[in-house]
C-alpha cells in the first residue's frame, strides 16, 4: 500500500488509543486486526461467524453509550473513528474489577476461552442494569456460548454484583471524515450526505452495498482478497434515525436492531419477544433494518411483522425515491424488487390503532440466538361482539419467501377464529409450501403452523398473551 | 495412610481453577496467543468433498496464481507413516489414494497467514472418480456387514429362553444422535523447527504423548527429539484425545518440509467436518419380564458408528455394553456390538465414552416396559436393583461394591421431593387439556452408576515429577492436561498437603512430554485419580528425604516432627520450609523426584469381555422435570436435582463446576444438538449458526446440586476422593426420561416410543401426533 498522509489513513480507537490500519492487505476482520496487528489477543475466535461470542468487544455509539459487538464479523473498513475496548482495556478499569472478581468466586471461567466474551456482554448489561432479573441476564447472554460451566456460575455471578458499573466515555473524534479508504483489494466507500450516496449510484456499476454487514461479511467470506467495492451505508445521518410522524414512524434503512427494539418496547410490544430473540445483543448492535430486508431471505424476522404493519419501503435509486408496499418487495428466494443501483432508502410503518391486536410468534430450535424455523405474525381487530373485523397473517421460513397467509386470514376471519383443524390444514396448504432442511421437515413446519394459528387464536379468543415455554 | 487425613491443610477445600483470574481478564495464553517468530507460516486444509472415491488428481495451479509463495504439501511428501492410528493401524493424516468421508484431510496449504491459506485452499480443485455406493448409515453398514473388528457377544444366563418364557415381552429399536464436541477453541497445533531434528510441538491435546508419538511415525524421527507440550485446552470433552495428533502432525510436516515454524488453526467449520464426534447408536431389544417389571431376559444388540477409521471405537463400545447394566441386576443378559465402518467422520472419544449410550438404552428399554405395564418406573427399577437380593454380579463378570443406590433414593426424595412432584405434574396436566392448552409436563429420576478407570489396563498409569527449590518454592508437573476441568489446582492441591505449606508455594507447569513421559491421555475422567496419586507420591519421596534431614538438623526422631503451613515444627523449634529447603541444598539432599502410579486391581479380558475392568463405580442421581409445548414441540428442562457421588471431594468447587457443565452438555445431546447430513454425506451443520449447543436460558431455572456426604471412597484413591469428570453427563438421561413422561400424557394419540435422541422440537410433536413420518 502506498504511504498516506497520516489525515486521510483510516483509523479508530481501541482501548482510548487511536491505531492506524496500516500495511493490510485484504479486506480484514477487526478480529483479526485487533489478534494480529494489535497483539489484543485476550479476544478469541470460537466460530467467526457471529454465533459464539468469543470475539465479543465492546463500542461506543454515537450517544457514548457502550454496546457488545462481534469483532470476527465486523470489518475494520466498517468502524473507521469509532471507539473499540477490548477485554485488555476493560479488565484495566477499576469500575470493572469487582464483576471480575465476582465471576472468579462463582467459579464462572473454566476452560477460560469463552470468557472474555461473557466478561464483555456482562460488561455492557451491567452498564445499563443495576441488579438485572435473570431473564435480562440471559437476553444479555444469549451471544454467548460456554460449553464448560453450565451458565449459572456466570449468572450467578453477574447477579451477585449489585451496583452499576460506569466506563468511561468514549475518545471524542473529530476532523476529517474519510470518503473512502483501501484494504488490500477493497475499497470502502463512505457517502455521509443522500446527495453523495445518489452521486455515486449514479455513475458506479460494480460494487456491494453494506450495512452491518452481519450477512454479508459471512456470505463473502471468500472475497476478502478479490478486487471488490463496498458502498457503506451507515454514515448516512437519515439513513440511521428513525423520524416519529403523526400516523407513521419511518425508520432509515441502517437503523440497528437495537434502536429498532428501543422503538417496539414503546410502542410495539407485542413484537418484543421475537425482536429480542433476533440474533444477540451483539448481533443487533451491527444489524440493520435496510440489511435484513436486504438479504431476501424466507427466515428473515422483520419480513412477517412489516407485512402485518402494512409498511412501505422507500427505494432510492439514482433518480430519487419512489415507494412500495412491502407485499410487493420480495420476488423469490432471496429475490427483490431492487432494481440495478437502488437501494433500500427508508421503511415507513403506519402507527397501529387502539383497537388493533398485534401477535408474533418466532419458532427456532433453540430459543435465543437461533434463526427461525418459520414464523408467524397477526394483526387483528375484533369488535364489540368479538367478531374479527379484519387479520393480517403473515409467516416466514414456510415459502421461498417471507408470505401473506390469505386463505388462512380469510378462514379465521369467516369462521370468526371457530374453525376447524382439517378446515385450517386445507387453508394453510393453499398458502405455505414448506421444504424440509436441517431446521426442521417440511411436515414438521406445517403441524407447527398449525399449533403457531392455534396460539394466534388462543390469544386472540382470550384477550391474553401467550407465553412461551421459557418465559413461563 | 495419610491419605486418609482429616484436617487438611489444601485438600478439600474450595480452590478456584489455576488461573482463572488470567482467564477472566484476558492474560491466559492459549496456542493462538503465543508470540510467533517472524519466519512462522500458516497452514489450512484441503478437505475431501465426498464420502468415498478415487482422487485423480489435485489441481492446485489457480491457488498458486492467488499466491506464488504458497506450498502444497500432500500425502507424498510424508518422510515416515502416514499412520496416526492410536490403537489399530491403517489411519492416514492426508487421504492418499482414496478419500472416505466428506471433510477428511487430502492436504496442507501453506502461506505467509492463515487467511491468504484458507484463501488459496478455496482455489484448489480436486478431481475424483467417484464411488456410487457409499455407506452413509448405520443400517446400510449392518446390513453388508461392515465392521470394524470382529462384533463383541457376550451373555450371561440364558437370556433368550427367559424371554420366551416371561409372562410379557417386548421388542424395539431406537437410535440416538451424535454430538459435536464443540469445544471453544477449535483444534489448534504449532510446530517449531530446532536444530538436529528436534522439534517442539504446542497443540491443543489431551495427550500429548500420542501428539509425540504421532510426529514421530509421521516425520520419522525419534521420539525422544520431539517435544510436546500444552499449558491449557480452551476445552476439550474427548475431542482431543485421538483427533489432535492428526492436525499436531500436520503441523509438524509443514514445519519438517519447510524448515520454519508451521501454525495450524482449524476454522470451525473445517474442525467441525473433520474431526472425530460421539458416536452415534442403534439399540434393537427384545426384552421379558413378569407383571411387576422384573426383568427375567434381555438381549440388547448395539451398533455404534465408528465412520471411517476406528480410532477409539472398540473401547468407546467396550464401555457401551459394560454400562448397559447402569444399576440393575440381569441375571440372563445377552449382549452384541457392531462397529459399524461407515463413509462419515471418524467418531471418537467425548465424555462419557460410550457410557452414555449405553445408559441412555437401557433406561429407555426400562421406561417403557414401565409404560407398557403402566406402573410406576421407580418401582419397577426397584425390582431390579443390585442389591443383595436381585445379585451384585454385573454381566460382564465384575462384582459391584459398596452399592449407593438406596442412600441415594433415600436423600433425593427429602432433596427433590419426587412422589409429591410427580402428583402435581399430574394435576398440571389434566388441568391443561381441561383447559385446551398446549403445555405438559414431564417429570423422571434416574440413578447411575459408573465405572472408573480406562476399560484398557494398561492405561492406567500416570508420572508426576515435583521440584522443590531452595526458596522454597514448588514446581509440579505432571502427565495431565488442563481443560478447564481444575486438574491443576487439584494435583497443586494435593502437593500443597504433602509438603502441608500454602497452595501458592506450588507453581503449576504446563503439561510436556519432557518433562514427564509415556503419559496416558487426560480422559476417563481418570486425570486426578492418577495423576493426583502421582505427583503425591512423587512429592512424598522428598517430604521424606527433608524430614530425615530435619530430624538432623532438630536432633529430634522424625516422628516429632510436623510439617504444618509451611513451618517445620519440632517441640518448640521450628524453621521455615524455605529454611530445610535451603539446608537440604547445601547439604546434598536432592529436592527433586518423580513418582509413578498405577491403578490397582482391575483386569480384563477384551476376547472373553470378562473381568473387573473398573477400580471403583462413582454413583449418582437426578430427577428432571421437563415441559414441552404440543403446539410447536418445543421443550425445556425447569427444574433438577442431582445427587453425586464424588467420594471425599478433592475440591468441591471445582466439582459442582463439572457436574453443572457435564450435566447441560448431556442435556445439549439429547435435545437440542443435531447433527444434520446430505443425502449425499456432507455434515451440514457445521457451525453454531446450525449447530445449537445449550445457551445461558436453557440451563434449569432450578438447579439444585448436592455432592453426596460423608461417603470417603472405599478403595484407595487420591484422599478418597472419586472422578467427577464424565460421570454427571450421564444423569441427563432423567431429562430425556421426564420428556418421555411429558409425551406419554400429552394426549390419547401421541406415542412416546417415537422419541429418539436428541428431542428437537421436530421430534418430540412427531412423538405428540404419534406421526413417524414428521
Ligand atoms: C449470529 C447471527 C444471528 C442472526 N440472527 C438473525 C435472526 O434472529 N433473525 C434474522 O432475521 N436475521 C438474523 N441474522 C441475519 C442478519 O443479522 C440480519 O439479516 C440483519 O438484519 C442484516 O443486516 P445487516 O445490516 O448486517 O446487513 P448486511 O450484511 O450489511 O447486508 C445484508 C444484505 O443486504 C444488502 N443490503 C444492506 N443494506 C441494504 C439497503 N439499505 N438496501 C438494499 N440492500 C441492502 C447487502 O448488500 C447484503 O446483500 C443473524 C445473523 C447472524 C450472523
Ligand atoms: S468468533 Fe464466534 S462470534 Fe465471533
Ligand atoms: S469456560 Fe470453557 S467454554 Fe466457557
Known amino acids: ?472 | 495412610m495419610a491419605l486418609d487425613n482429616k484436617n487438611n491443610m489444601s485438600v478439600g477445600k474450595s480452590h478456584y481453577q489455576d488461573s482463572s483470574f488470567r482467564q477472566l481478564t484476558g492474560r491466559a495464553e492459549y496456542i493462538d496467543d503465543i508470540p510467533l517468530s517472524e519466519n512462522t507460516l500458516h497452514g489450512a486444509l484441503i478437505l475431501s468433498e465426498i464420502p468415498s472415491g478415487m482422487i485423480t488428481s489435485i489441481e492446485t495451479e489457480k491457488a498458486k496464481k492467488f499466491d506464488p509463495s504458497i506450498t502444497v504439501i500432500t500425502a507424498k511428501d510424508i518422510p515416515g507413516r502416514n499412520d496416526i492410528a492410536p490403537i489399530f493401524a491403517d489411519e492416514p493424516i492426508f487421504a492418499e489414494k482414496e478419500v472416505t468421508y466428506v471433510g477428511q484431510p487430502i492436504g496442507l496449504i501453506v502461506a505467509s497467514s492463515m487467511e491468504r491459506a484458507r484463501a488459496a485452499v478455496n482455489e484448489v480443485k480436486i478431481v475424483y472418480k467417484k464411488d456410487k455406493t457409499p455407506i452413509l448409515d448405520l443400517d446400510l453398514a449392518f446390513k453388508k456387514k461392515n465392521f470394524f473388528l470382529k462384533p463383541i457377544h457376550f451373555e450371561r444366563g440364558k437370556a433368550n429362553e427367559q424371554i420366551r418364557q416371561a409372562p410379557h415381552k417386548l421388542e424395539g429399536s431406537f437410535s440416538m444422535g451424535g454430538q459435536d464436541h464443540f469445544y471453544l477453541e477449535t483444534h489448534i497445533a504449532l510446530a517449531i523447527p530446532h536444530e538436529n531434528s528436534e522439534f517442539t510441538i504446542w497443540s491443543s491435546t489431551q495427550h500429548p504423548t500420542e501428539v509425540q508419538h504421532g510426529v514421530s511415525n509421521v516425520l520419522n524421527i525419534p521420539a525422544a527429539k520431539i517435544s510436546s507440550k500444552v499449558r491449557r485446552l480452551g476445552g476439550g470433552f474427548g475431542g482431543k484425545e485421538s483427533q489432535s495428533t492428526i492436525y499436531a502432525a500436520i503441523a509438524a510436516l509443514g514445519a519438517y518440509i519447510l524448515d520454519k515454524p508451521v501454525k495450524l488453526r482449524l476454522n470451525r467449520k473445517d474442525d467441525m467436518a473433520s474431526s472425530g464426534k460421539r458416536h452415534d447408536f442403534e439399540v434393537k431389544y427384545s426384552v421379558g419380564f413378569n407383571k411387576k417389571g422384573k426383568i427375567k431376559g434381555l438381549d440388547i444388540t448395539l451398533l455404534s458408528n465408528a465412520g471411517n477409521v476406528c480410532d477409539l471405537s472398540a473401547p468407546v463400545m467396550s464401555r457401551a455394553l459394560t454400562h448397559l447394566d447402569n444399576c440393575y441386576s440381569f441375571k440372563d443378559f445377552t449382549a452384541r456390538g457392531y462397529i459399524c465402518k461407515t463413509n462419515t467422520v471418524s467418531n471418537t472419544a467425548f465424555r462419557g465414552f460410550g457410557g452414555p449410550q449405553g445408559m441412555l438404552a437401557i433406561e429407555t428399554i426400562l421406561e417403557r416396559v414401565s409404560r407398557f405395564l403402566e406402573i410406576d418406573l421407580d418401582e419397577l427399577r426397584h425390582e431390579n436393583y443390585y442389591s443383595l437380593k436381585n445379585g451384585i454380579k454385573t454381566p460382564y463378570g465384575q462384582i459391584v461394591k459398596n452399592i449407593k443406590i438406596e442412600k441415594m433414593i433415600n436423600e433425593m426424595e427429602t432433596f427433590a421431593g419426587l412422589e409429591k412432584r410427580k402428583l402435581l405434574v399430574e394435576k398440571f396436566n389434566r388441568s391443561q387439556i381441561n383447559k385446551n392448552q398446549p403445555y405438559r409436563k414431564g417429570i423422571a429420576f434416574m440413578p447411575a452408576k459408573f465405572g472408573i478407570s480406562f476399560n484398557k489396563v494398561s492405561l492406567n498409569q500416570a508420572g508426576a515429577l515435583v521440584h522443590v527449590y531452595t526458596d522454597g518454592s514448588v514446581r509440579l508437573n505432571h502427565g495431565g492436561t488442563e481443560m478447564g476441568q481444575g486438574l491443576f489446582i487439584k494435583v497443586a492441591q494435593v502437593v500443597s498437603e504433602c509438603f502441608n505449606i500454602p497452595i501458592d508455594y506450588v507453581h503449576i507447569s504446563g503439561t510436556n512430554t519432557d518433562e514427564v513421559p509415556n503419559t496416558s491421555a487426560t480422559a476417563a475422567s481418570s486425570g486426578s485419580d492418577i495423576n493426583g496419586m502421582a505427583a503425591w507420591k512423587a512429592a512424598t519421596v522428598i517430604k521424606r528425604r527433608m524430614l530425615k534431614h530435619a530430624s538432623k538438623v532438630f536432633q529430634k526422631p522424625p516422628s516429632s516432627i510436623e510439617f504444618k503451613n509451611g513451618l517445620i515444627l519440632s517441640g518448640n523449634k521450628s524453621m521455615t520450609f524455605k529454611e530445610l529447603a535451603f539446608s537440604c541444598w547445601e547439604n546434598r539432599i536432592s529436592l527433586s523426584s518423580t513418582g509413578f502410579y498405577k491403578t490397582p486391581k482391575i483386569s480384563w479380558d477384551q476376547e472373553k469381555f470378562k473381568g473387573s475392568p473398573y477400580f471403583y463405580f462413582t454413583w449418582g442421581a437426578a430427577v428432571s422435570e421437563a415441559i414441552i409445548d404440543i403446539d410447536t414441540g418445543e421443550s425445556r428442562i425447569l427444574r433438577a436435582d442431582i445427587i453425586q457421588d464424588c467420594g471425599s471431594s478433592l475440591n468441591p468447587l471445582i466439582d459442582r463446576g463439572q457436574i453443572e457443565g457435564g450435566f447441560i452438555q448431556g442435556i445439549g445431546w439429547l435435545t437440542c444438538e443435531e447433527l444434520y447430513y446430505s443425502p449425499d454425506g456432507k455434515l451440514l451443520t457445521l457451525g453454531p449458526s446450525t449447530y445449537k449447543i445449550p445457551g445461558s436460558r436453557d440451563v434449569p431455572p432450578e438447579f439444585n446440586i448436592k455432592l453426596l456426604e460423608n461417603t470417603p471412597n472405599e478403595e484407595k484413591t487420591i484422599f478418597r476422593s472419586k472422578a467427577v469428570g464424565e460421570p454427571p453427563l450421564l444423569l441427563s438421561i432423567s431429562h430425556f426420561l421426564a420428556l418421555k413422561n411429558a409425551i406419554s400424557m400429552a394426549s390419547e394419540t401421541s406415542n412416546a416410543d417415537l422419541l429418539n435422541a436428541p428431542a428437537t422440537p421436530s421430534k418430540i410433536l412427531a412423538a405428540v401426533h404419534n406421526d413417524h413420518s414428521m
Not at chain 1, 374479527?388 to 421461498?400: C, F, K, R, T, Y
Not at chain 1, 382439517?422 to 414448506?434: E, F, M, Q, V, Y
Open chain 1, 1 to 472: 500500500m502506498e504511504k498516506q498522509n497520516k489525515k486521510s489513513e483510516p483509523s479508530f480507537y481501541v482501548n482510548f488509543k487511536k491505531v492506524y490500519a496500516r500495511n493490510i492487505d485484504s479486506n480484514i476482520s477487526l478480529l483479526n486486526f485487533l489478534r494480529h496487528n494489535c497483539k489484543f489477543t485476550g479476544t478469541k475466535e470460537g466460530c467467526s461467524e457471529g454465533d459464539c461470542g468469543a470475539c465479543s468487544v465492546l463500542i461506543f455509539d454515537e450517544k457514548g453509550s457502550l454496546a457488545p459487538v462481534n469483532s470476527c464479523i465486523l470489518k475494520v473498513g466498517q468502524i473507521i473513528d469509532k471507539n473499540i475496548v477490548t477485554i485488555e482495556g476493560a479488565s484495566k478499569l477499576s469500575s470493572a474489577k469487582p464483576l471480575i472478581q465476582a465471576l472468579n468466586s462463582e467459579a464462572a471461567s473454566q476452560c477460560g476461552f469463552c470468557t472474555p466474551g461473557f466478561v464483555m456482554a456482562a460488561l455492557a448489561l451491567k452498564e445499563k442494569h443495576k441488579s438485572p432479573s435473570e431473564s435480562i441476564i440471559h437476553d444479555s447472554l444469549s451471544g454467548n456460548l460456554c460449553r464448560c460451566t453450565g451458565y449459572r456460575p456466570i449468572v450467578n455471578g453477574i447477579q451477585s454484583l449489585k451496583e452499576k458499573i460506569r466506563l468511561p466515555m468514549p475518545i471524542n473524534s473529530k476532523g476529517p471524515k474519510l470518503k473512502t479508504a483501501i484494504f488490500g483489494k477493497t475499497t470502502y466507500i463512505y457517502p455521509d450526505s443522500k446527495k453523495e450516496l445518489i452521486e455515486f449510484i449514479s455513475k458506479e456499476e460494480n460494487y456491494t452495498v453494506l450495512s452491518g454487514g452481519t450477512d454479508w461479511n459471512l456470505e463473502a467470506e471468500d472475497s476478502n482478497f478479490k478486487q471488490q467495492k463496498i458502498l457503506f451505508l451507515n454514515n448516512i445521518k437519515e439513513m440511521s434515525t428513525i423520524k416519529t410522524k403523526t400516523s407513521s414512524f419511518e425508520i432509515g434503512a441502517c437503523v440497528t436492531l437495537s434502536k429498532f427494539e428501543a422503538l417496539c418496547r414503546e410502542f410495539f410490544s407485542p413484537f418484543l419477544d421475537t425482536i429480542i430473540r433476533f440474533g444477540s445483543p451483539q448481533i443487533r448492535t451491527a444489524a440493520t433494518v435496510g440489511g435484513n430486508l436486504g438479504t431476501s431471505s424466507p427466515i428473515g424476522d422483520l419480513a412477517p411483522l412489516f407485512f402485518v404493519l402494512e409498511a412501505q419501503l422507500s427505494l432510492l435509486g439514482p433518480k430519487g425515491e419512489r415507494t412500495i408496499p412491502i407485499k410487493d418487495f420480495f420476488k423469490g428466494y432471496r429475490k427483490n424488487a431492487l432494481k440495478r443501483n437502488e437501494l433500500i432508502y427508508k421503511v415507513k410503518i403506519p402507527k397501529t390503532k387502539k383497537e388493533d391486536s398485534i401477535f408474533s410468534w418466532k419458532l427456532s430450535k433453540r430459543y435465543d440466538q437461533d434463526i427461525s424455523t418459520l414464523s408467524l405474525a397477526a394483526k387483528f381487530k375484533m369488535d364489540k361482539n368479538h367478531t374479527i373485523e379484519n387479520i393480517i397473517l403473515s409467516a416466514g421460513g414456510v415459502g421461498p419467501t417471507p408470505l401473506l397467509l390469505d386463505k388462512t386470514s380469510k378462514l379465521l376471519k369467516d369462521s370468526n377464529l371457530r374453525f376447524n383443524q382439517n378446515s385450517l390444514i386445507t387453508a394453510l396448504s393453499h398458502d405455505i409450501s414448506p421444504i424440509s432442511d436441517l431446521r426442521g421437515t417440511a411436515k414438521y413446519r406445517s403441524a407447527a403452523m398449525v399449533g403457531l394459528i392455534k396460539k394466534m387464536q388462543r390469544s386472540a379468543i382470550s384477550g391474553e398473551k401467550q407465553h412461551s415455554i421459557m418465559s413461563i
